[in-house]
């Protein structure tokens, strides 16, 4: 389980991680770090891929000096792979989507989360395509449901480039601003953990509604 460990460790240490990625990889940090925001919002089964954290680092990393990453440079890059992947992932779920979603043994993606991401878009409408933006998981999955039912395209394009553009830009200025903060300095870690949980529970919350639903409706039977 030491992979495990890793991948725990990078989460957390975000900023330590991306200088020595930076120190290795020069200007073709900004290659990878469009890949993981496009494939993180792009494709179903890379979900757990960081998103707001990474974009808080990739801030606070642009506002060193010496940065190997222009701030201006990272907002346009970044809005650009988030606006993409929602789009490769509307086309998805437009296409095969139905097929996917009828399945109740897909190996390729969780089911669970899918159905989750269809009450949250049943709940919110299109705003559910900005909405999502900031809750991960759902945020994979919003676009490819949003497909599946088809929704309107142009109505899709305004809330995709409206939400992207505000994700992206929300987190990478946080950090860029607030990284320099002693207490966000000092704590860095901490920060990212408490994004990952403060993103995470709308998800949680809307989970546990749906299990006392669940139970109350059984206990009714």
């Known amino acids: 389980m030491e992979w495990i460990h890793t991948v725990i460790d990078i989460f957390l240490h975000l900023d330590v991680h991306l200088n020595a990625w930076a120190g290795m990889l020069g ?23 960081p998103g707001d ?8 990393l642009a506002a060193r000096e010496g940065s190997p990453l222009q701030i201006f440079h990272v907002l346009v890059l970044l809005s650009v792979a988030a606006i993409l992947g929602d789009t490769v992932n509307y086309a998805a779920g437009r296409w095969i989507g139905p097929k996917i979603f009828s399945r109740e043994d897909s190996r390729l993606l969780d089911k669970r989360h899918l159905d989750q991401a269809r009450g949250f878009y049943q709940k919110y409408g299109g705003k559910t395509i900005v909405l999502a933006r900031f809750v991960p998981i759902i945020r994979t999955f919003a676009p490819f449901v949003a497909g599946i039912g088809r929704m309107d395209y142009p109505r899709f394009v305004f809330y995709n480039v409206t939400g992207g553009i505000f994700w ?3 987190f990478l200025l946080a950090g860029y601003y607030f ?3 002693p207490m966000v300095k000092e704590q860095f870690h901490y ?13 949680v919350f809307e989970y546990w509604r749906a299990v006392r639903g669940n139970s109350g409706s059984i206990s009714k039977a």
């Open 27 to 49: 200007p073709w940090l900004y290659v990878v770090l469009f890949l993981i925001i496009f494939c993180e919002t792009g494709l179903v089964i890379t979900p757990y891929l």
């Open 191 to 203: 920060v990212v953990l408490a994004i990952i949980v403060i993103s995470i529970m709308p998800a």
């Open 179 to 181: 990284s320099g903060l």
């Open 53 to 60: 954290s990474l974009l808080f680092a990739v801030g606070a």
């Open 168 to 170: 992206t830009s929300s």
